[in-house]
C-alpha cells in the first residue's frame, strides 16, 4: 500500500500538531477608483447606455475593460476595442461575460 505523501511543510521546533494560530484581518475602506483613459471616456459619452452601465459596473468589470483596452500597442486595435466595449456595455454586459 502506498503511503500517503506529506503536503504541508513540517511543523517547526515552535509549533505543535493542533495547536493555534493568530490572524489579523484589516478593512481597507480606501474607495476603489479606475482611471478611465480619455479615448473611452469619451465614446462612454456618446451612448448613454453604455455610460450608465459602466458607472453601474462593479469595480472589477470597469478595471476589466479599462485593462483589456490599454493592454493593446497598435492605435487601430484599440479603436476596435473601444467600439467594441461600448457596444458590450451599453448591451449590459460585464467584462466577463460571452
Do not use: C
Amino acid at each position: 500500500m502506498a503511503r500517503p505523501r506529506r503536503t504541508s511543510p513540517p511543523l517547526g521546533k515552535n509549533h505543535s500538531p493542533g495547536g493555534g494560530f493568530q490572524v489579523i484581518l484589516r478593512v481597507n475602506k480606501a474607495p476603489r477608483a479606475v482611471k478611465v483613459p480619455a479615448d473611452l471616456r469619451k465614446a462612454l459619452g456618446k451612448s448613454k447606455p453604455a455610460q450608465g452601465n459602466f458607472e453601474e459596473m462593479v469595480w472589477s468589470h470597469r478595471r476589466a475593460y479599462v485593462d483589456w483596452i490599454e493592454e493593446v500597442k497598435q492605435p487601430e486595435t484599440r479603436a476596435r476595442r473601444i467600439v467594441e466595449a461600448v457596444k458590450r456595455i451599453a448591451a449590459g454586459k460585464g467584462a466577463f461575460d460571452r
